[in-house]
């Protein structure tokens, strides 16, 4: 069916691929998703691809698209447009069964006020693959959280860590994760982190989804949202080297020819101090420039994720953005 909305036609959602399609390493496929929410376009043509095995940070500001995201991956949205393939399959055919194979962090957890934490943990993790007791005791001596009290005892931080135990201590083959770090402290949250990474095996796939840096270092890659958009996909090493380095040298012969080098950008010169960004892959030629040019002096800026942000969007958008991110 072809979805009319706000007088635009979409392509309609299609069937995703089975596993037998030779696509069985990719284990999450989102190919030009639309949503909406009245007017609002929550996903505007979003792309996704995650890997067997990988840890694959999704990042953006708030607002930029992750609940909507994780919630139509886990099938309690349905889109206007755009391919979903979840383990080979679409998350609304045998949601049951898929829902077997995927455990999810989403928001604040409702738990049964008198059942205590710990059969709450072996009950949503039970429903999820199955219960590793090992690391369940493992998880709850990390975010020192007491098993034995009742539900309706625990305050919304302890609720939280509840629901990312039932989670991590799952036998699931999929992990989404949106906003774990919520009711952690950060040592909690980077003992999490430790034990993700080190938890790591070739069955086991984790989407982590956040608005923070802190959140994603640990990824393998790392997809770029903002307004529903997919800016760019990689390696956080791979989406640094795509920004700048800010230059602040003094010469002795400064030389305005400097402005022309190849990957050299808002170049200011001021008597004998230039200032300019350059692209990483282009920083060698600049700096032999500045050589040249009698080098006294030299300060340099290696780029930040939240430059990359920033000039992506705008690139992509066509606009300057400043989002908030958190750190």
Request: proline content about 5%; some cysteine; aromatic content about 4%.
């Given at each position: 069916?072809?979805?009319?909305?706000?007088?635009?036609?979409?392509?309609?959602?299609?069937?995703?691929?089975?596993?037998?399609?030779?696509?069985?390493?990719?284990?999450?496929?989102?190919?030009?998703?639309?949503?909406?929410?009245?007017?609002?376009?929550?996903?505007?043509?979003?792309?996704?691809?995650?890997?067997?095995?990988?840890?694959?940070?999704?990042?953006?500001?708030?607002?930029?698209?992750?609940?909507?995201?994780?919630?139509?991956?886990?099938?309690?949205?349905?889109?206007?447009?755009?391919?979903?393939?979840?383990?080979?399959?679409?998350?609304?055919?045998?949601?049951?069964?898929?829902?077997?194979?995927?455990?999810?962090?989403?928001?604040?957890?409702?738990?049964?006020?008198?059942?205590?934490?710990?059969?709450?943990?072996?009950?949503?993790?039970?429903?999820?693959?199955?219960?590793?007791?090992?690391?369940?005791?493992?998880?709850?001596?990390?975010?020192?959280?007491?098993?034995?009290?009742?539900?309706?005892?625990?305050?919304?931080?302890?609720?939280?860590?509840?629901?990312?135990?039932?989670?991590?201590?799952?036998?699931?083959?999929?992990?989404?994760?949106?906003?774990?770090?919520?009711?952690?402290?950060?040592?909690?949250?980077?003992?999490?982190?430790?034990w993700l990474y080190s938890d790591r095996s070739g069955d086991r796939t984790v989407v982590l989804a956040s608005p923070l840096l802190a959140e994603v270092d640990i990824a393998d890659r790392v997809t770029i949202i903002d307004r529903g958009h997919t800016l760019g996909t990689g390696t956080l090493a791979d989406l640094r080297h795509l920004t700048r380095t800010a230059i602040v040298a003094e010469l002795d012969r400064p030389d305005r020819t400097l402005a022309r080098f190849d990957g050299v950008h808002n170049f200011e010169l001021r008597r004998n101090t230039v200032r300019f960004d350059v692209d990483s892959d282009r920083l060698d030629s600049a700096l032999r420039g500045l050589l040249a040019c009698g080098l006294r002096s030299l300060d340099s800026r290696s780029a930040t994720l939240e430059d990359l942000l920033a000039r992506q969007s705008a690139m992509f958008l066509g606009a300057s953005l400043a989002p908030a991110w958190g750190l």
């Open positions: 069916m072809t979805h009319i909305h706000g007088g635009q036609k979409l392509h309609p959602v299609t069937q995703s691929p089975d596993e037998s399609d030779g696509e069985s390493d990719c284990i999450v496929r989102v190919t030009g998703l639309v949503k909406y929410f009245g007017r609002s376009r929550a996903l505007d043509g979003m792309d996704l691809t995650v890997r067997r095995g990988e840890i694959h940070g999704v990042l953006g500001p708030n607002g930029a698209g992750k609940t909507t995201l994780i919630k139509t991956l886990l099938g309690l949205l349905h889109p206007e447009a755009g391919q979903v393939a979840v383990l080979g399959r679409a998350p609304w055919n045998d949601a049951a069964g898929l829902h077997r194979r995927i455990a999810a962090v989403q928001g604040e957890v409702s738990l049964w006020p008198t059942l205590t934490g710990g059969e709450v943990i072996d009950l949503i993790a039970g429903m999820h693959g199955g219960v590793d007791h090992v690391r369940r005791d493992e998880l709850l001596s990390v975010l020192q959280l007491d098993p034995g009290r009742r539900c309706h005892a625990y305050p919304a931080d302890d609720r939280q860590k509840l629901g990312l135990i039932a989670a991590l201590a799952s036998e699931s083959e999929l992990l989404l994760l949106d906003e774990p770090r919520a009711g952690l402290t950060p040592a909690q949250y980077a003992a999490v982190c430790e």
